[in-house]
């Protein structure tokens, strides 16, 4: 998942709806002020059934457990799988970029990836989507009306047109919650 300005809100209503009993992992990338700690995992532990903690350079990917992007590091998935911790330079501004996790988790995983881009007020994690598309991974955009800055989800319709699922984050949630009973997360 990833997302800027507007995705915190979007985020409170997805993540503590996931079921503990989630297999996948999550991993989500915001952009967040880089010279400042991060509070995410603050915010959002005691509010989900899921752990959640902030990612560790080349820390095995878990599943059922939610990683945040810490400050100032992209955040990649690489071989393992693992997580995996950048200082490259900012892209779109912003450092973690939502670009890099997108197309890393794309090389690595194709299909087996479900890619959800919220709210945000650039167009980082549109050429990440269309990644996760082209590698025929599942796509989720919030719908645009439902973003308080809906430039990164309109960013990425423009990238990804036939994006299956364009949904509110209550939608999202539910979809999530539905592939996880029929045994798909």
Same mark, same amino acid.
């Given at each position: 998942m990833g997302g800027s300005a507007g995705a915190i809100d979007a985020l409170l209503t997805i993540l503590p709806a996931l079921p503990a009993t989630l297999r996948a992992s999550v991993i989500v990338a915001l952009h967040v002020q880089r010279d400042r700690p991060s509070l995410l995992t603050q915010v959002f532990g005691p509010r989900c059934a899921l752990p959640v903690h902030e990612a560790q350079d080349n820390e095995p990917l878990e599943p059922g457990t939610i990683v945040f992007a810490p400050p100032d590091?992209?955040? #990649?998935? &690489?071989?393992? *799988?693992?997580l995996s911790l950048s200082l490259d330079a900012p892209l779109h501004f912003s450092r973690p970029a939502i670009d890099f996790l997108f197309e890393s988790a794309a090389d690595l995983l194709g299909q087996r990836?479900?890619?959800?881009? #919220?709210?945000?007020?650039?167009? &980082?994690?549109a050429q990440g989507l269309a990644a996760i598309d082209r590698a025929q991974g599942l796509c989720m955009v919030q719908s *645009? &009306?439902?973003a308080s800055s809906p430039a990164m989800p309109r960013a990425a319709l423009a990238l990804v047109p036939q994006a299956p699922h364009v949904l509110d984050p209550a939608a999202i949630a539910e979809t999530l919650n539905s592939l996880h009973t029929r045994g798909l997360l």
């Open positions: 590091y992209h955040l #990649l998935l &690489d071989t393992g *799988p693992r990836l479900i890619g959800i881009l #919220l709210s945000g007020a650039n167009a &980082d994690g *645009p &009306d439902s």
